[in-house]
């Protein structure tokens, strides 16, 4: 709606005078056109309170301009987002690159202090600066129209750019769920502005609202009709943010029902029986104390740590694994039918993150169903360095473009390195990374165990630096000896006489031959060890304590199949893997 100079000035100044009216009337809201009440001449003291009442006033205005605009942006990404690729909606594809941009030093931090929930602080912090940027923009939209406008795309163009510069990204397309939100928001966006400041055209620079000026004018004729513009503001303000929230959610339910789609796909989906079989496992591999971890850790309670914003949900008809690269001399691509059709082998090994902390929760035991990984490189002409192979790296590349280099010695070495297609007895779930994952014994997940793989790439080490390399991690990490106290719990109470103090140890590829415990500064005493399940599990232990009243630090070692001690030197989980040992303290109760 245009208007003549000369009404847009009466509106204008109508506007202040009898919006405050038209607000209380709608509950008691404030806005700083409400509180230009006090004459001209007013003390200056009463002035500054003034001032503050006015920013606030203005900024609650931007944010009934900015808020609604922003979640109409979002709401309109979604289906976009959902229509060309989940993962490129403008959140994801930003928060994305900001984790691909954070330091391995805050990355850790951020998986210590969040731990699993570290996507979800991630998500919660962008949606927070994202408000705050829509409030900003509809402040700015108030006095200049276009800068407002500009604003909004330009956030559309960050998020764009963020979409195309991803390692997954699927071409041109991802920029649309951004371009599109833009486009949305910055239409709201300027709706909403024109119905809160009647007055301003586009072009002008428009008057501060809290400006001098503002508080000499006087209410015409026309008040009333302005109040019901103002009115009609707010009723814009609310009905599109309804509008947005009820877009958004039915947005995610069409994206969830999608999912849901892709989880029937994998559900009828029935793995062949291994060729080679786990060995069972022998009857005392657990030690029957409770509050120690299950030997197997079920998927649901396995931990996970990956980089996915959006967990990839692989079409399996569609998959495909590339296997090529130096010294490959049949390169070749499988579908998933093919790698089925092969002789599966099952076994147990355990997983551990190098973000593990001494005594943390990133490890887990599972039983690994999958295709030898070394017979397909032998099939493909690939051979160790150890037997004049020139590549020393393999590079396993995601469908979400993570990169994970791993030894060509190891994988060839003997040792169960699966493309693994089943997790307990079931095809891999999703956040496991399905269809297909690796999974190699002995090393970090971080240099060995990619999720929703589809490509083998032989290399070498000095040619390329996978994903983690390159923030700071070591290039070849194999897991170091651990052991970690799980009952009794840190701080926790236990009545004097004898206590069971149990736990896991850990030492993939040389197994572990003796756990001990030490009460305070005490002698080492051994643990009593459970059965081992192979050389690449964890082994539980327990120790039956004479607790006495008081305060006590109980310590456990650990010694691998080597004969080596675990260290007590402390390092860091950067640059690969924490060591030192698990100390509990705990108050004894009298009996
Ligand atoms: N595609 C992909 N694979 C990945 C990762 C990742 O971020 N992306 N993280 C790795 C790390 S650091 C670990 S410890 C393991 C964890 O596997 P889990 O989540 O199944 O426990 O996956 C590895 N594979
Ligand atoms: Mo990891």
Not at 341 to 355: F, G, I, K, Q
Request: hydrophobic share 45%; proline share 8%.
């Amino acid at each position: 709606m245009r208007r003549t100079g000369g009404q847009a000035a009466r509106a204008r100044a109508a506007g202040r005078m009898a919006y405050p009216g038209a607000l209380r009337r709608l509950g008691g809201l404030r806005h700083p056109i409400g509180w230009h009440t006090h004459p001209p001449g007013a003390p200056l003291r009463t002035r500054g309170v003034t001032n503050l009442r006015r920013t606030l006033g203005r900024t609650a205005l931007g944010a009934a301009c900015g808020l609604p605009a922003g979640f109409a942006a979002l709401a309109a990404a979604e289906p976009t987002a959902a229509a060309v690729r989940p993962a490129a909606g403008p959140v994801t594809v930003v928060g994305g690159a900001a984790i691909d941009r954070t330091p391995a030093a805050v990355k850790d931090w951020a998986i210590r202090a969040f731990g699993e929930s570290d996507k979800l602080a991630l998500q919660a912090g962008i949606l927070a600066v994202l408000a705050l940027c829509a409030v900003l923009v509809g402040v700015l939209a108030l006095r200049h129209r276009r800068l407002g406008t500009a604003g909004v795309l330009l956030f559309g163009a960050v998020g764009a750019a963020a979409a195309l510069g991803r390692p997954d990204s699927g071409g041109p397309a991802d920029a649309l769920p951004s371009l599109v939100a833009a486009a949305v928001g910055a239409a709201v966006l300027h709706f909403l502005a024109t119905r809160a400041t009647p007055g301003l055209q586009p072009t002008d620079p428009g008057p501060d609202p809290a400006s001098d000026s503002a508080r000499t004018g006087s209410a015409p004729a026309g008040s009333a009709t302005t109040a019901g513009s103002r009115r009609g503001f707010l009723v814009a303000a609310g009905a599109t943010t309804v509008g947005a929230v009820a877009a958004g959610a039915s947005g995610r339910a069409l994206a969830g029902r999608r999912g849901q789609a892709a989880a029937a796909s994998r559900e009828a989906l029935r793995l062949p029986p291994p060729a080679s079989p786990a060995p069972p496992l022998p009857a005392g591999v657990a030690v029957r104390v409770p509050g120690v971890s299950p030997f197997t850790t079920p998927a649901a309670d396995f931990y996970r740590v990956d980089t996915a914003l959006v967990v990839p949900e692989v079409d399996v008809s569609g998959w495909r694994l590339r296997l090529h690269g130096e010294g490959v001399t049949r390169p070749r691509t499988y579908t998933f039918a093919e790698l089925l059709a092969r002789p599966l082998t099952e076994r147990y090994a355990t997983l551990t993150c190098v973000s593990n902390e001494v005594g943390g929760p990133y490890v887990g035991t599972a039983r690994w169903l999958g295709v030898p990984l070394a017979e397909l490189l032998r099939e493909a002409g690939v051979r160790p360095p150890s037997q004049g192979g020139r590549a020393d790296q393999l590079v396993a590349r995601s469908v979400d473009g993570m990169t994970i280099g791993t030894p060509v010695e190891d994988v060839m070495d003997g040792r169960d390195a699966l493309l693994a297609v089943g997790m307990n007895g079931e095809p891999l779930p999703f956040e496991r990374g399905f269809p297909v994952r690796m999974v190699v014994p002995g090393l970090y997940g971080y240099v060995s165990a990619c999720k929703w793989i589809e490509e083998i790439e032989l290399t070498t080490f000095a040619a390329h630096d996978a994903y983690w390399v390159r923030r700071k991690w070591a290039r070849r990490a194999p897991v170091k000896t651990q052991s970690r106290i799980d009952t009794p719990r840190p701080f926790s109470r236990p009545a004097a006489g004898v206590v069971m103090v149990a736990g896991v140890a850990w030492a993939q590829r040389r197994g572990i031959r003796r756990v001990e415990v030490r009460v305070d500064d005490g002698p080492w005493q051994e643990a009593r060890l459970a059965a081992e399940g192979t050389v690449d599990t964890w082994r539980q232990w327990s120790f039956p304590w004479r607790a006495t009243p008081g305060g006590h630090t109980l310590t456990v070692r650990a010694t691998d199949g080597t004969g080596a001690v675990q260290t007590e030197r402390r390092t860091r989980t950067v640059p690969d893997g924490a060591s030192g040992r698990h100390g509990v303290f705990v108050t004894v109760t009298a009996p």
